[in-house]
């Protein structure tokens, strides 16, 4: 007889930070779902994270051979794929093809830009080439 799965709940503040400092100054991160995990937190094709920029705080420009997707849960931000500029507020998502060059940061000077995150597991590294997360 199986066991039964029972579905997974929580709150995405009451995860484990990871310290990405040597990545993003003045920023967290968590990983919500993705392989290597507790056997309940298991997404094996990809890896959702969320980043907490502090006020201020910059994702510095990087490019890699996977897809890369974003939500914004909270703030205002900016974000720049290619040599294109776009408000990345609370709500906006976005996607960036692979190997184009993007960033993008906390506009307020007092509030979190808080953003969820969605890469391949390959992707949970930082621009160094460190794995992150998974």
Not at 71 to 95: P, S, T, W
Request: proline share 10%; aromatic share 10%.
């Amino acid at each position: 007889m199986s066991e039964k799965k029972l579905p997974l709940v929580g709150k995405i503040n009451e995860l484990p930070v990871i310290d990405v400092s040597d990545f993003i100054l003045g920023a967290d991160k968590r990983i919500v779902f993705g392989p290597d995990q507790e056997e309940s937190r298991i997404w094996p094709d990809y890896v959702m994270r969320t980043f907490t920029l502090r006020p201020g705080s910059v994702a510095p420009p990087n490019s890699h051979p996977w897809m890369h997707w974003a939500v914004c849960l909270q703030g205002e931000g900016r974000m720049k794929i290619d040599d294109i500029e776009y408000e990345f507020n609370h709500g906006a998502y976005m996607h960036t093809p692979p190997n184009i060059e993007h960033t993008f940061w906390n506009t307020s000077k007092t509030e979190d830009f808080i953003v969820l995150c969605i890469v391949p597991p390959e992707g949970d590294v930082n621009p160094l080439g460190q794995v992150m997360g998974c």
